[in-house]
């Protein structure tokens, strides 16, 4: 079964919003990450938070994580055409052997 | 500096065939993950290798199996394929010990008919 779980699974927004998506997990977690796939290609790394920390920034994305809850939301500011993509949250094992993904976000930003 | 490098990028198979496909990964390091990312889902974790060994195990049967050499790269084999083997397959590389970031390869689109 999925570690991490995204919500919502499909999102549409103008460009110049902000669009916020959500990663659940199950299990202890060492860090949680977020990649970006385009069009069915390789995934891109955009962030990784670790399990000590609650907030994370990196350009236009803001990462929060909430360990009690097991939860992490994924903010994009003044979303862009070129944010259209699928973005999935993922968390690594202890030692990082084994990665597990969640089913993504898939995100389509209007022109 | 080069990526993560896979061949082929696409492959079209019959039933019961076998097939191989290959990675190499980034420059410096000496793990590769191999994923399989089957139409409008995440990817799903098949096996790890490091210093040429298996080092973890997705849910994924024995027809699925996996080398890894001395300079690190990479082959992920496929035996007795099924129509549900039709999928996306991803190689990923990391440096351990590390926190899991990984970067991926392009991806080889395989095709059961």
């Known amino acids: 079964s999925q570690q991490g779980e995204e919500d919502p699974q499909a999102l549409s927004i103008q460009e110049g919003e902000n669009a916020t998506m959500n990663c659940s997990y199950k299990?202890?977690?060492?860090?949680l990450q977020w990649y970006r796939q385009n069009s069915g290609r390789g995934l891109v790394h955009l962030i990784l938070?670790?399990?000590?920390?609650r907030e994370k920034h990196s350009g236009r994305l803001r990462v929060t994580l909430d360990t009690s809850k097991k939860s992490s939301s994924l903010l994009i500011t003044a979303s862009r055409a070129a944010d259209t993509a699928s973005y999935f949250c993922?968390?690594?094992?202890?030692?990082?052997?084994?990665?597990?993904f969640g089913a993504g976000t898939r995100l389509f930003v209007k022109a | 500096d080069a990526g993560v490098t896979q061949s082929p990028t696409h492959l079209i198979k019959t039933r019961g065939q076998q097939v191989t496909l290959r990675c190499s990964p980034k420059?410096?390091?000496?793990?590769v993950s191999w994923y399989q990312q089957a139409l409008g889902q995440g990817p799903q974790f098949i096996f790890q290798?490091?210093?040429?060994?298996?080092?973890q195990r997705g849910n994924f049967p024995d027809r699925f199996s996996g080398h890894q050499f001395p300079n690190y790269s990479s082959e992920l084999n496929v035996n007795a394929l099924l129509l549900g083997d039709s999928a996306l397959y991803l190689c990923?590389?990391?440096?351990?010990?590390?926190?899991?970031?990984?970067?991926f390869g392009p991806g080889t689109r395989l095709t059961v008919t």
């Open positions: 990923a590389s990391s440096s351990w010990p590390g926190e899991g970031r990984q970067y």
């Open positions: 299990t202890s977690i060492n860090n």
């Open positions: 938070i670790r399990s000590n920390e």
């Open positions: 993922a968390t690594a094992n202890t030692g990082g052997f084994k990665t597990i």
């Open positions: 420059s410096g390091h000496d793990t």
């Open positions: 290798y490091y210093e040429e060994e298996e080092r």
